[in-house]
């Protein structure tokens, strides 16, 4: 079966500036020449701050969301004057028709689009998401699933999550696969990067790689705080 969302290729258009800031990224200067296959349901990228997770994930989804019409208003709430234009210089190849489900969650736009799915509540007794917590409102959202099956894009969910919640959306998500969705996530969580039958892609100075649990940085780092948290305080 074709994933949603199989291959992402550079493909410049009107009004591309070859001397935009983000063709220096790392990972966006390997897609440029190469681009980005996507091989599994679930992908999940790690990486260091600075190393362009957001930037991936931002262009990702405008890009996605540009090819689904009157959908993408549930999709996503649409970007912010921070984003880039790389999004316009994409091309998603995967499944066709393009599956109209799933969402982009990331903490700037979040509330707005759980606005637009409270605006569209059908009985009284329907979860306002606005009403709960950060972290309530995201998991619940996610568990409820009141799009259809397709392509869901999320980055850093740990910012709502506590340790148990980010459990609570490992199963969540794992019935997302089972039911046909498919999943891109970028994350600083060892606990969301354990997810199990996840490809895992490191971002660093070279671009992308791939890497297992135990050996990627974010785990290799929180693992060596944990087991002696004084080597790192004290320096502080």
């Not at 701050?49 to 689904?68: D, I, P, R, V």
């Not at 790389?86 to 982009?104: M, W, Y």
């Not at 969580?189 to 895992?200: D, E, F, K, T």
């Amino acid at each position: 079966m074709t994933l949603p969302l199989s291959r992402v290729e550079f493909t410049p258009r009107r009004g591309f500036d070859p001397a935009s800031w983000y063709l220096q990224v790392p990972v966006v200067a390997e897609i440029v020449r190469t681009g980005l296959d996507f091989d599994s349901p679930v992908t999940v990228i790690v990486g260091e701050n600075g190393t362009g997770k957001s930037t991936l994930m931002e262009a990702l989804a405008a890009c996605w969301a540009f090819g689904l019409g009157a959908a993408d208003a549930m999709w996503s709430p649409g970007g912010g004057a921070q984003d880039t234009d790389l999004h316009k210089h994409l091309t998603c190849h995967g499944a066709r028709p393009r599956p109209q489900g799933g969402c982009f969650l990331r903490a700037e736009t979040m509330h707005g689009l759980f606005e637009s799915a409270d605006a569209r509540r059908v009985r009284d007794t329907d979860v306002v998401y606005n009403a709960l917590s950060h972290g309530q409102s995201f998991l619940r959202y996610v568990a409820d699933r009141p799009v259809a099956v397709g392509l869901w894009l999320m980055d850093e969910p740990e910012a709502a999550l506590s340790f148990q919640s980010c459990l609570a959306l490992i199963s969540v998500m794992k019935e997302l696969v089972e039911e046909g969705s498919q999943i891109v996530m970028a994350t600083h969580s060892p606990v969301l990067a354990a997810m199990p039958g996840a490809r895992l892609l490191e971002l660093g100075e070279d671009g992308l790689s791939s890497t297992t649990w135990e050996e990627a940085q974010v785990v290799r780092d929180w693992s060596a705080f944990f087991d002696a948290p004084d080597r790192f305080l004290r320096h502080l």
